[in-house]
């Protein structure tokens, strides 16, 4: 297990868009002093530089040259928790979150070749521990052997939700059926994805967040790896 891994445990999160798998990641690696990552970045990364060079994204070998081509970097935040991803020496924190990003992303997601690459370097990124990271292929095949495996689930009309309000918090328009029907739409994508769709790990701990909150869920993953350690003592 982590004795392997030189910076403490992996801790892998999976589930559908909008269950909080970003703030309760972010949650859990400042308790434990682990960095963080949210591996959908890389994704619409390369789909983001797809769109600005003009590579047709439904083009799979010119995603796969994009892809190899880039130079791809991970750097910490200021409080050296949320690690962001970087492509040829820019951050891309920002222009990642447009729509049309968005949109195009679980197209890109759908390439074995932009798979592969964008798969070395998250397990580069964990391969020595201390850290939690999140995605829809993390417990399944990035890190089939993480110490730690969560699903994370919540209701659709719950995740539909908590994204209008927080849009709304940062004072953006958001229309609540709208963004229901978005949601059922990207389940939908990841899902049916013929290579590496969203699946529950069979040993992964099945968290559903519909009635709890963001703090109640991490506090949970945190016992898990209280206990594990009491174990090891
Ligand atoms: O989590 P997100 O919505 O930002 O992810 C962006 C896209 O990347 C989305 O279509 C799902 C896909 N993705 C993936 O296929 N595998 C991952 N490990 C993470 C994200």
Known sequence: MSARRKKGFVIAIDGPAG????????????ELGYRFINTGEMYRALTWKAL???VDV???AALTKLAERLDWDFRA??????????????????????ERVGMNSS???????????????QRGLGEQGGIVMEGRDITT??????????????????????????LRNAGKPADLEKIRESIVKRDMQDLQRRINPLRQAE?????????????????KILDLVAERERGRK
Do not use: C, H, W
Request: aromatic share 4%; proline share 3%; net charge negative.
């Open 19 to 30: 269950v909080g798998k970003s703030t309760i990641g972010t949650n859990v690696a400042k």
């Open 52 to 54: 600005e060079e003009g």
């Open 58 to 60: 439904t083009d799979g």
């Open 77 to 98: 935040n200021e409080d050296g928790v949320i690690i962001r991803t970087y492509i040829d020496g820019a951050p891309v924190t920002t222009q990642i979150r447009e």
């Open 107 to 121: 197209t890109v997601a759908g390439v074995p070749g932009v798979r592969k690459k964008l798969r070395a370097l």
């Open 141 to 166: 095949v990035v890190f089939p052997d993480a110490d730690f495996k969560v699903y994370l689930d919540a209701s659709i009309d719950e995740r539909a939700r908590r994204r209008t309000k927080q």
């Open 203 to 219: 040993d992964a701990v099945v968290i559903d967040s519909t009635d709890l909150t963001m703090l109640e869920v991490s506090q």
